[in-house]
């Protein structure tokens, strides 16, 4: 498809320029990152590692209203989100955006969920492709890398003065004729060198982790022992769950303010006892040791059983942010020795 | 601020004490302003701090904590709990940026109608100067 | 400083002995500035254990994270006590679980460490990068030697220890069975100057302050979680009858939140900065705890996890107690 | 189905009738009740065996099946059991006040599989709520099918559902129907004492040609469906229900999964053939 550049401070530009939009780009606040809607051009930043919560938040906030109503009438207003809101996602590195991928599935399975796929249908993404990965990143291992495209609109390279900007599907044509003058056309050379950036990429990335295997042989561990070395210092927290890009469970609760009432969702991990704590007070899943493995397993054995993809990308963050060193590469090359 | 403005005031008055002095506020047809609005609780010491951050969160503008004076307590001692309790809490909302006039605490007897009447006075006043309670209020945002 | 020879020797003499049913310690990890805590139950894996300045967890936060399942029928449970290595700081918090009666002294077996402080990942990577490989660092007087990437350096100790390090007043374990390697002397104070220096700005600059960082919360937990004092069967944010807290994150919620872990935490934090060293989104969490530690010592002349004898902070009182604020 | 547009909203049904089956701090109630908007009923269609969101608005909806059959026209029923906070913030509710209901979900009896077979249904405590639509479905097309038996216990005689319509299968002809309770100081109760598994043992169910659903607590599933073994059903011949917590129930929120299955949309009802090899079905 189409090949252009910005020049980097036309970045704030390019943004203005896509008025029509609601723009959503990656902003420092001290040391983290995260998305954010842009108003003002200059929070956006391109220059990061990558955010701390990934940008799954984006069609699937923290919290959102499924519908308001009254409590003392019976009206139920819905609050999917409308077709008007359209959406360009700046800077979504290419692990995070192989996720709305694998995660597609899930909500797309037999009773299609609006909320996300309204979001989702409505957002341009353009990612950005990774010079320096992290040394966690084990992208490749997945099937995806430091350049991949799969599912994004456009990518862009980060060539130094410039920012080289490929276009991937038909959806990007609308930005790129609404970007105006922020955008140059660029050619083979610019091309050549993106190639180079992402061979670069790919080949420091250090960590891997050869996935054949672990989705059969995972329920065969359903009792060992080895899941009690890595669940005896679990903490039982919700940050490998909550920063994962694939992770995609949620709860529903009722909230009221006098007679106002919502039903809204907001995440939840397997990582909480009280996730699947039964009224009569039975758990089935009692300790982290049961918790611990349901979390590996449903990533690496339960949903490609039945969605036919790990729900992994290989984003290194689950390692990066774990408080108490839980290596998740280190758990799988333990599950495939034992 | 405005001078409209009619701040809420949650009052936790012990059952002993604060809230017999506000009876008695009542019967000796003493006028005190309306502002406060009175949950009567067995003792001060009863009040779990969490309360007072949960009024706020409901819409409370100021709250105000009664009980016995020290020595007096219906229960020998709930009220000293209740003011240790209460003083780190105080520190604690201060610390967090919340007004510190719009919580507050005081020893009100059965006999101190009066007294009773002066407290509310105060907080109601303080907390008109502070203004309305919109810090961390639950509030429909993105509803 | 502790030989980790010696250590190891302990833990071995102690787990063959048959008298704990798992030791609390730490292990290397497989990347980066911080060691694993570990939990082992076999003489046999004690050669994995190790102290230098990456132990930066709290071991006894896991004593209480014990999970147990019911017993079943016919088999007896398994009373044994629990060792755990700790820090001077890790230490306080065993003293504290004791002062709260959490279990009684004879459920833990104690090996104390002597510490010179550990280092800090978030500066560590300022000054290093990543490191994909597990980085060793000794802490010495006059600094801290790291091997990061088959590199050694030397830097100072103000420039990669953790903050709870350069005011630490306990760098000996107050309380211990079996005390590893020798004592080392104290060399850094609290004047509590951060606080009071944030104590100054006016309510609107604190709560502009609060607002950014309360709105970055995700509520993972992590801090509570991590917390070794955080120890309730059920945790008050996660009951649903009554509701005291929405699970729904936005600004109301999670400022709550943090004031109702905070004020659990009043007189009895004891500053081991494990909640705010495990924070995803960065939010400088001990500031409010901090703010609690410094007017229990003023108010109550008060200073959690030292003495095993004493009485918990809020379950005392005394007739003297501080009037202010009260009409 | 739901409005295919969007699973979560739910429909507003009105109360009709409410009475209590068992007694106790953990009473049963039976809710029958009709949608509010009638023209519901012209797509509603649901099978024995599959559940609904019942709900009530300002405190939340928990997954419930229905117990009613959909040979039962016009209207549908709930027995609930207090427990938690939804139910009973539900108990709390009478005849003119309304819920949500949002179904229906989940998987159902394969009952035209079983066309020509014997059934025999084997129940425990509330376990007999999804066992209810399918004996009256048997029962309201006999010809279909050859012999039912069902086996139903509770643990006193007044924590056994559905009394009358028991009483009423005791009577019939071409209903088998045996009760146990599992202590009982009654003179009058003629029927067994014991633990459901051992009644089973005592009525012995050929396997020929027959099938044997199974549901009540976890731990009475489990003994049931080894003693089944015994008698030589084989894993295709044995149904059971699951259960877990919900909250979407359409197979996105994650929680109920056993292995890689969804309760709450592969299942509840599962073939032991399909869950005998997932360890985590009976934790």
């Not at chain 1, 769950?241 to 303010?257: A, M, V």
């Not at chain 2, 020290?70 to 967090?96: I, Q, T």
């Not at chain 3, 070794?228 to 600004?251: A, G």
Request: a negative charge.
């Amino acid at each position: 498809m189409g090949d252009y550049k910005i020049l980097k401070e036309k970045v704030p530009d390019f943004i203005k320029a896509l008025d029509k939009f609601e723009v959503f780009a990656p902003v420092k606040k001290g040391d983290t990152v995260r998305f954010e809607k842009i108003d003002d051009p200059s929070r956006a930043t391109l220059d990061f590692s990558n955010t701390n919560v990934p940008p799954k938040e984006l069609m699937f906030p923290e919290t959102e209203t499924l519908f308001r109503y009254r409590v003392v009438s019976t009206e139920i207003e819905p609050k999917v989100p409308s077709d008007e809101e359209k959406r360009v996602v700046l800077g979504i590195r290419p692990c995070d955006a192989m996720a709305f991928s694998i995660v597609d599935r899930l909500f797309g399975w037999d009773f299609p969920d609006p909320y996300y796929q309204k979001r989702r249908e409505n957002s341009i993404l353009v990612g950005l492709a990774c010079a320096e990965p992290c040394s966690n990143c084990f992208c490749t291992s997945l099937g995806g890398g430091p350049a991949n495209e799969e599912p994004l609109d456009a990518i862009l390279y980060d060539l130094g003065e410039f920012y080289y900007l490929k276009t991937i599907t038909d959806k990007s044509e609308a930005f790129v004729s609404s970007a105006g003058d922020a955008l140059e056309s660029a050619g083979d050379s610019e091309r050549a060198q993106a190639t180079e950036l992402a061979g670069s990429a790919e080949k420091k990335i250090k960590r891997t982790i050869k996935t054949e295997g672990i989705p059969e042989k995972l329920p065969s561990l359903y009792d060992h022992e080895f899941w009690t070395q890595y669940s005896n210092r679990c903490l039982g927290c919700g940050i490998c769950t909550f920063l994962c890009p694939t992770c995609h469970c949620f709860d529903i609760q009722d909230e009221i303010e006098a007679f106002d009432g919502r039903r809204a969702r907001m995440w939840d991990t397997c990582m909480f006892a009280e996730y699947t704590l039964h009224a009569s007070g039975h758990n089935p899943r009692p300790t982290r040791k049961e918790r611990t493995r349901n979390r590996i397993s449903h990533k690496y054995s339960y949903f490609p059983t039945k969605f036919g993809v790990i729900a992994c990308v290989g984003c290194g963050r689950c390692i990066n942010f774990c408080p108490v060193n839980i290596d998740i590469i280190d758990v799988l090359q333990k599950s495939k020795e034992v | 601020m405005s001078n409209d403005f009619e701040p809420n005031i949650i009052g936790f008055l012990c059952n002993w004490c604060s809230y017999a002095g506000a009876d008695l506020a009542g019967t000796s047809r003493t006028h005190y302003l309306p502002n406060v609005k009175i949950i009567r609780v067995m003792c001060s010491g009863r009040v779990n701090p969490l309360f007072i951050v949960n009024a706020l969160q409901q819409g409370a503008d100021g709250v105000l904590i009664s009980g016995c004076h020290p020595g007096d307590c219906h229960y020998l001692e709930g009220n000293y709990f209740a003011r240790r309790r209460f003083v780190l809490m105080h520190k604690l909302l201060e610390h967090v940026g919340v007004d510190p006039r719009r919580v507050q605490m005081s020893w009100v007897s059965a006999s101190e109608g009066a007294k009773f009447k002066d407290v509310v006075e105060k907080i109601v006043s303080d907390v008109k100067e502070a203004g309305p309670m919109d810090q961390f209020r639950r509030r429909q945002l993105n509803w | 400083m502790v030989d980790e020879n010696v250590l190891r020797d302990k833990a071995k003499e102690i787990l063959s002995s048959g008298e704990v049913r798992r030791l609390i310690g730490w292990k290397r990890g497989t990347y980066g500035y911080e060691a694993a805590p570990c939990v082992i139950t076999d003489a046999s894996q004690a050669d994995d254990l190790i102290f230098d300045a990456t132990c930066v967890q709290n071991p006894a936060s896991f004593i209480t994270l014990e999970e147990k399942l019911p017993v079943p029928r016919g088999q007896q449970p398994d009373t044994r006590k629990i060792a755990v290595m700790v820090k001077g700081c890790d230490s306080r918090a065993v003293v504290q679980h004791l002062v709260e009666k959490a279990y009684i002294r004879d459920d833990v077996v104690i090996l104390g460490i002597p510490c010179r402080g550990v280092i800090d990942r978030r500066k560590a990577e300022k000054i290093f990068g990543e490191a994909p490989q597990p980085v060793l660092a000794v802490a010495e007087k006059d600094g801290v030697v790291i091997r990061v990437n088959g590199e050694e350096k030397k830097v100072s100790r103000e420039e990669i220890l953790a903050d709870k390090c350069l005011r630490c007043r306990y760098p000996n374990p107050v309380i211990s069975d079996y005390p590893l390697g020798d004592e080392v002397e104290k060399w850094a104070d609290d004047d509590f100057s951060d606080v009071s220096e944030f104590e100054k700005e006016s309510p609107e600059e604190k709560w502009a302050f609060w607002e950014e960082e309360f709105s970055k919360c995700i509520r993972c937990y992590a801090c509570r979680n991590v917390c070794p004092m955080c120890y309730c069967v059920e945790c008050i944010v996660t009951k649903l009858k009554p509701q005291w807290t929405r699970r729904s994150t936005d600004l109301s919620e999670n400022t709550v939140y943090h004031i109702q872990r905070a004020w659990h935490l009043a007189g009895r934090c004891i500053e081991c900065m494990e909640c705010q060293r495990v924070c995803p989104m960065d939010i400088p969490i001990m500031t409010l705890n901090r703010k609690l530690t410094k007017d229990v010592k003023e108010l109550f002349d008060y200073e959690p996890g030292v003495d095993a004898e004493a009485q918990p902070l809020l379950a005392s009182y005394n007739p003297q107690d501080p009037e202010e604020y009260i009409m | 189905m739901m409005d295919d547009s969007n699973p979560y909203l739910p429909y507003i049904a009105k109360i009709e009738e409410t009475w209590y089956e068992t007694p106790g701090d953990r009473c049963i109630k039976t809710f029958k009740v009709n949608f509010a908007d009638e023209k519901v009923w012209e797509t509603w269609s649901h099978k024995p065996g599959q559940c609904a969101m019942v709900g009530r608005l300002g405190v939340g909806e928990s997954m419930f099946c229905i117990s009613s059959s959909p040979t039962e026209k016009d209207y549908l029923r709930f027995s609930i059991m207090k427990m938690g906070k939804v139910t009973n913030a539900l108990h709390e509710l009478e005849a003119g006040d309304y819920i949500t209901v949002r179904g229906p979900l989940g998987n159902w009896f394969p009952l035209e599989e079983w066309e020509g077979k014997n059934i025999v249904t084997i129940g425990g405590g509330i376990g007999q709520a999804p066992l209810r639509p399918v004996i009256n479905y048997i029962r309201a097309n006999k010809e279909k099918y050859r012999n039912l038996t069902v086996l139903y216990g509770a643990r006193t005689r007044d924590d056994l559902c559905f009394q009358p319509e028991l009483q009423c299968f005791l009577e019939e002809e071409e209903t088998t129907c045996r009760l146990s309770v599992d202590v009982c100081e009654d003179k009058d109760w003629e029927h067994f004492v014991g633990f459901v598994p051992d009644l089973l043992m005592e009525v012995s169910p050929s396997p020929e040609n027959t099938i044997a659903v199974t549901c009540g607590p976890p731990i009475m599933i489990k003994f049931v469906i080894q003693n089944l073994e015994k008698l030589g059903f084989k894993p295709d011949q044995i149904y059971t229900t699951l259960e877990n917590r919900m909250k979407c129930g359409i197979g996105k929120c994650g929680r109920c999964n056993v292995g890689h299955l969804y309760v709450c949309k592969d299942g509840p009802v599962f073939s032991y053939e399909t869950l005998k090899d997932i360890p985590e079905a009976f934790a």
